[in-house]
């Protein structure tokens, strides 16, 4: 099991709910080679930054302004701010954003190397949509990170957390909160995601877990960093523990 392993260097500096994710990554981004990523609405950079710092080129796309000023300066204290480039500009019209060069049947020999869709999915107008713009702008052979919210994760958070009534909601994929301003969040469910995905014309990698127990301990004063994050690396692939998790994670190639 992948995900058993240890953390690689990149990884131990970040949050431990993140662990699985890097762990997933690292193999792409830490073998020494400098990629062109794209990072999809990661306007704040907490992932754009450590990449650019391991010495990758970033473009991160955000529609909002304040998250990419955010970023800029977070790359500019790292000293990497020549290595990431922001544009604003939304997911699923990144054909209007980004320049990809294609013989008409979205073929590219120019694409980027690696994609990162974290957290995306759920606000975006039409997920399909947006992961297709994604696989377009990638090259043969690259790679897209996909991490979503887990709906069991969520079912369970509110449920612990006493709202009984919006874990139901959320369990019958319905608006735990209906006449709200604002639309609910998408959640997924490891096969609304994979399918996505393969939908997409992408091909799917075992999917696991994100912050399986990290959200749980987050609290507990004592737990050794350390620990918590092998713990996450040992169940993210594992179920029963991957399927209640609090997000889910996938990386998927473009073929």
Not at 2 to 22: F, H, I, K, L
Request: glycine share 10%; hydrophobic share 45%; aromatic share 2%.
């Amino acid at each position: 099991m992948t995900s058993s392993s240890p953390a690689s260097p990149t990884a131990e500096q970040m949050p431990a709910r993140t662990a699985a994710v890097w762990a997933a990554l690292d193999p792409l981004v830490g073998a020494g080679s400098p990629l062109r990523v794209l990072d999809v609405g990661g306007g704040s950079g907490m992932f754009a930054v450590p990449l650019a710092r391991l010495g990758h080129d970033v473009t991160v796309v955000d529609p909002s302004a304040d998250a990419l000023a955010t970023l800029r300066r977070r790359a500019d204290t790292a000293g990497a701010g020549a290595r990431v480039h922001a544009v604003q500009g939304d997911g699923d019209l990144l054909h209007e954003v980004l320049p990809v060069t294609d013989d008409g049947a979205g073929t590219s020999d120019s694409g980027y190397d690696v994609a990162l869709c974290h957290y995306v999915l759920e606000v975006v107008d039409d997920p399909a949509v947006t992961l297709r713009e994604i696989a377009r702008a990638l090259r043969p052979g690259g790679q897209v990170s996909i991490a979503t919210v887990n709906r069991a994760g969520a079912v369970l958070a509110r449920a612990v957390a006493g709202h009984p009534v919006e874990a139901l909601a959320l369990l019958e994929d319905r608006d735990p909160a209906p006449g709200r301003a604002r639309p609910a969040r998408r959640r997924f469910t490891p096969a609304d995601l994979l399918a996505l995905v393969e939908g997409a014309g992408l091909r799917p990698g075992t999917w696991r877990g994100v912050s399986v127990v990290a959200d749980l301990l987050e609290s507990t004063s004592g737990a050794d960093p350390r620990a918590v994050r092998a713990l996450e690396l040992a169940l993210a692939e594992a179920s029963p523990y991957r399927d209640i998790a609090t997000g889910l994670h996938v990386l998927a190639a473009r073929p």
